[in-house]
């Protein structure tokens, strides 16, 4: 029993430590798996955490990203905005010529291609004024760092010019290949004019400017020359014999504008300097280099009897460029001569040939051969005056304080030169083969030794303007500086300089601006102007020194002059007319067939003194404000060229027909006379004859709206005025308002330009059924365009 509760007792205790076993181990295992949820959750934490350590780097890293962006974009946006301030603020001279050049000018390259290229020769040379002389202009490049120097110091760092935008959009219409001289016209009115032009538009502006750089006007450039029509593939047209025909213009004029306000205005316009355009593919800067050399052009190129073989190839190229350079400047040459001018150049786009006539010895020519592109790459800093506009800038400033030679100093200029009569059909065939040639091959300088030293292989000239310091300071700071300079110089040269007699003697003629002694291209300094001021006037004395303006004479002043009547006591210049006849005031001092021999025998003297042009000009005449200056008698001259001599002779008829209307219905008529020399006028236009009338008066639809005249009222004049006229039997067939003047002195209107003019007895004499028709439909014309020439706008 004992053993039985012993057994009892131990498995109960058995069964207790099981249970307390079980229970441990259930406390154990849940200890391990809260141990493990623990863990876990631990786990989870840390992942937590890390993700959100992960988060926060990234929104972090995110947030430094969206500030440098930000930073990045303000930035842009600054940049951008600096870049358009800048492109839309004015720039500075420097900044304007380098964008020139970089924009316009190195974007032009010569058409190399064979088949687009124009055809033919270059310019007829033929009855042109020949140089005898051709010579290097030695002080060129130091009289053109003075007024680019000049130039630098007035305007300095001021902002006065294109803003820069605009140049980029103006190099995509110069963007091209020069094909042909149309090609050339194109890039240098946009490449070259513009910007010459609108840095002296913005001198002209401001006097001071304008005083401390020496010019008087503003500078206008306008075609003239067939080189501005589109070239089809010949240079020079054919006459009906054939052969080629010289071009009798220039391509362009550069001409004085005293108006800055209204360039338009032609009072008191004169021509500064011609330019010749030459297509690059003929005129190549190989010729150029090889042919502008110290030389006799009549003996060794026009009068040379020896032509070289093809196959000497050194000896003919040099030939073919020295025929080649003589005619492209025998031409330009020829239209300064002409004109009387100074200063003119040619160009190729990639070189310019700037020339200069010594009016002292006007057979002879001074080069100076440029090639901008080559001189900027060469000079690096100092390149900005070796740019094609800087370069053309200086040469225009120096040619603005020149003035055009008189008449009488071209015309004994030409009678010590000769004519170009070379045989022209032979050149054009030698050009003809040198074009044939490799195009590229004819640009590239030769490797036979003939090419003259280039801007390349002349480093050692200090090209940088001579600017002052102060110019930074602003444009009065620039013009203080300049003239500071300018007097230092002036009490140098009056230390040692030349004579004062001399230079009175010279400067007269040469109006100051070059020092003719040593050909130097130099701007005219202040003690030059004074001298040349104090000199009497001579014959050299050109047109820019106007007489004094001399009211017109009246119409029954002259009226009475031809047909012996008494003096006008109205007139203005009646005093004049007596002191020829002390003893009888009542009278003409002279008849008026003595009178016209007068007016002849005077222009036969001088088309300088007494002759003013007025700068109004029709399809055939140009007018002149003419003064007999022996007796003051006042008038109007209208000349011609020897085209259109019938055409005024013409009119001369109808004015004596219509003698019983002169003084109060058109102007009258004073004779025509055939002048001795011919009067070189604008660009080579040469006149040779001339009308003389009363002075007409102002163009109606000018005076119309000043005055406030009744538009019916003018119509009671203009058509009985026309019907007399039929009656006398002229009927004028141009009625119209620019032929209509308005004249003060009688206050009524007046009709002029009767070179169309016809009479009705010439229409009738000739046999046809129609013709009294036409006479009629003729004369109904005349009547209508009356009705409604004084009503149009």
């Known amino acids: 029993m004992d053993q039985?509760?012993?057994?009892?007792?131990?498995?109960?205790?058995?069964?207790?430590?099981?249970?307390?076993?079980?229970?441990f181990d259930d406390n154990i295992e849940r200890e391990r798996k809260r141990a493990n949820k623990d863990h876990e959750q631990r786990l989870k934490a840390e992942q937590a955490t890390k993700e959100a350590k992960e988060v926060?780097?990234?929104?972090?890293?995110?947030?430094?990203?969206?500030?440098?962006?930000?930073?990045k974009a303000e930035r842009i946006a600054e940049e951008a905005k600096r870049r358009l301030d800048l492109e839309l603020r004015l720039t500075t001279l420097g900044e304007f010529l380098d964008l020139c050049q970089q924009w316009l000018h190195d974007t032009i390259w010569v058409e190399t291609n064979k088949s687009l290229t124009s055809k033919g020769g270059l310019t007829n040379p033929a009855d042109k004024w020949c140089p005898s002389r051709l010579m290097p202009w030695s002080d060129f490049l130091e009289g053109q760092k003075e007024i680019l120097g000049e130039i630098h110091t007035v305007f300095g760092e001021e902002r006065a010019f294109p803003r820069a935008n605009e140049i980029p959009t103006l190099a995509k219409v110069v963007r091209r290949r020069l094909a042909n001289e149309a090609d050339v016209v194109a890039a240098?009115?946009?490449?070259?004019?513009?910007?010459?032009?609108?840095?002296?538009?913005?001198?002209?502006?401001?006097?001071?400017?304008?005083?401390?750089?020496?010019?008087?006007?503003?500078?206008?450039?306008?075609?003239?020359?067939?080189?501005?029509?589109?070239?089809?593939?010949?240079?020079?047209?054919?006459?009906?014999?054939?052969?080629?025909?010289?071009?009798?213009?220039?391509?362009?004029?550069?001409?004085f504008s005293p108006d800055v306000d209204d360039p338009d205005n032609l009072e008191g316009r004169a021509i500064a300097f011609v330019v010749e355009y030459k297509a690059p593919h003929k005129l190549t800067a190989r010729h150029l280099r090889l042919g502008l050399r110290e030389m006799d052009i009549r003996t060794e190129v026009v009068n040379r009897q020896t032509v070289p073989r093809a196959t000497q190839?050194?000896?003919?190229?040099?030939?073919?460029?020295?025929?080649?350079?003589?005619?492209?400047?025998?031409?330009?040459?020829?239209?300064?001569?002409?004109?009387?001018?100074?200063?003119?150049y040619l160009t190729t786009t990639e070189a310019f040939v700037f020339l200069k006539i010594d009016w002292d010895n006007p057979g002879d020519l001074f080069f100076h051969l440029a090639e901008p592109k080559a001189e900027v790459a060469e000079h690096g800093p100092n390149g900005r005056s070796c740019t094609a506009v800087?370069?053309?800038?200086?040469?225009?400033?120096?040619?603005?304080?020149?003035?055009?030679?008189?008449?009488?100093?071209?015309?004994?200029?030409?009678?010590?030169?000769?004519?170009?009569?070379?045989?022209?059909?032979?050149?054009?065939?030698?050009?003809?083969?040198?074009?044939?040639?490799?195009?590229?091959?004819?640009?590239?300088?030769?490797?036979?030794?003939?090419?003259?030293p280039t801007p390349k292989n002349d480093p050692g000239v200090d090209?940088?303007?001579?600017?002052?310091?102060?110019?930074?300071?602003?444009?009065?700071?620039?013009?203080?500086?300049?003239?500071?300079?300018?007097?230092?110089?002036?009490?140098?040269?009056?230390?040692?300089?030349?004579?004062?007699?001399?230079?009175?003697?010279?400067?007269?003629?040469?109006?100051?601006?070059?020092?003719?002694?040593?050909?130097?291209?130099?701007?005219?300094?202040?003690?030059?102007?004074?001298?040349?001021?104090?000199?009497?006037?001579?014959?050299?004395?050109?047109?820019?020194?106007?007489?004094?303006?001399?009211?017109?004479?009246?119409?029954?002043?002259?009226?009475?002059?031809?047909?012996?009547?008494?003096?006008?006591?109205?007139?203005?210049?009646?005093?004049?007319?007596?002191?020829?006849?002390?003893?009888?005031?009542?009278?003409h001092p002279v008849d008026h067939e003595t009178w016209q021999r007068l007016v002849a025998e005077q222009l036969d003297r001088t088309l300088d003194e007494g002759i003013k042009p007025l700068w109004k000009q029709g399809a055939r005449g140009v007018l002149f404000s003419v003064t007999l200056l022996e007796y003051g008698y006042t008038f109007v001259a209208k000349a011609t060229t020897t085209e259109s001599i019938p055409h005024l002779k013409r009119e001369a008829k109808?004015?004596?027909?219509?003698?019983?209307?002169?003084?109060?219905?058109?102007?009258?008529?004073?004779?025509?006379?055939?002048?001795?020399?011919?009067?070189?006028?604008?660009?080579?236009?040469?006149?040779?004859?001339?009308?003389?009338?009363?002075?007409?008066?102002?163009?109606?639809?000018?005076?119309?709206?000043?005055?406030?005249?009744?538009?019916?009222?003018?119509?009671?004049?203009?058509?009985?005025?026309?019907?007399?006229?039929?009656?006398?039997?002229?009927?004028?067939?141009?009625?119209?308002?620019?032929?209509?003047?308005?004249?003060?002195?009688?206050?009524?209107?007046?009709?002029?330009?009767?070179?169309?003019?016809?009479?009705?007895?010439?229409?009738?004499?000739?046999?046809?059924?129609?013709?009294?028709?036409?006479?009629?439909?003729?004369?109904?014309?005349?009547?209508?365009?009356?009705?409604?020439?004084?009503?149009?706008?």
Not at 4 to 23: G, M, T
Not at 318 to 342: C, F, P, W
């Open 4 to 23: 039985q509760d012993e057994v009892e007792r131990l498995r109960s205790r058995i069964r207790d430590f099981e249970r307390r076993q079980r229970e």
């Open 56 to 71: 926060a780097e990234k929104a972090k890293k995110a947030a430094e990203e969206n500030h440098e962006q930000r930073l």
């Open 188 to 255: 240098q009115n946009i490449a070259i004019q513009y910007p010459v032009s609108a840095i002296i538009s913005e001198a002209v502006k401001r006097p001071s400017v304008k005083a401390a750089l020496g010019i008087i006007s503003q500078l206008v450039f306008e075609n003239h020359g067939k080189a501005n029509q589109k070239d089809k593939g010949k240079t020079n047209q054919k006459d009906q014999t054939g052969k080629s025909k010289a071009k009798t213009r220039p391509d362009q004029v550069a001409v």
């Open 313 to 344: 190839a050194d000896d003919h190229l040099k030939y073919v460029s020295d025929r080649l350079v003589a005619a492209a400047i025998t031409q330009t040459y020829h239209y300064m001569i002409e004109n009387g001018l100074e200063y003119s």
């Open 390 to 452: 800087s370069q053309v800038l200086a040469f225009a400033l120096l040619a603005l304080k020149t003035r055009q030679r008189s008449q009488a100093v071209r015309k004994n200029a030409t009678e010590g030169l000769q004519t170009w009569a070379m045989d022209w059909e032979l050149m054009e065939r030698l050009i003809s083969q040198e074009q044939d040639k490799d195009a590229v091959k004819s640009r590239t300088p030769s490797a036979s030794g003939l090419t003259p």
């Open 463 to 587: 090209r940088s303007p001579q600017v002052e310091s102060e110019a930074d300071n602003g444009t009065s700071a620039g013009v203080v500086a300049l003239e500071q300079r300018r007097c230092q110089t002036e009490a140098g040269e009056g230390t040692g300089g030349r004579t004062s007699d001399k230079d009175d003697d010279h400067d007269d003629d040469n109006r100051g601006a070059t020092d003719e002694s040593t050909n130097t291209l130099r701007p005219q300094t202040r003690s030059q102007t004074q001298r040349s001021k104090k000199a009497p006037a001579d014959a050299n004395k050109g047109p820019s020194s106007r007489p004094q303006k001399r009211s017109y004479c009246t119409q029954q002043c002259l009226l009475g002059l031809v047909c012996g009547f008494t003096l006008d006591s109205r007139c203005p210049n009646v005093a004049l007319h007596r002191r020829g006849n002390l003893s009888d005031r009542c009278h």
């Open 654 to 793: 109808m004015y004596r027909q219509l003698r019983t209307l002169q003084g109060s219905g058109i102007p009258v008529f004073l004779g025509a006379v055939d002048l001795k020399w011919p009067y070189r006028y604008n660009v080579s236009i040469q006149l040779i004859h001339m009308i003389f009338l009363s002075w007409g008066g102002e163009s109606i639809l000018a005076k119309k709206d000043e005055l406030g005249l009744d538009q019916a009222a003018l119509d009671r004049q203009l058509l009985p005025l026309v019907q007399n006229m039929h009656r006398l039997g002229v009927v004028h067939m141009d009625v119209r308002g620019p032929n209509i003047l308005w004249c003060d002195e009688i206050g009524r209107i007046m009709l002029i330009d009767f070179e169309r003019a016809i009479t009705v007895a010439s229409c009738r004499k000739k046999p046809h059924p129609l013709r009294a028709q036409a006479v009629q439909r003729f004369i109904q014309e005349d009547l209508c365009y009356a009705q409604i020439a004084l009503r149009a706008p």
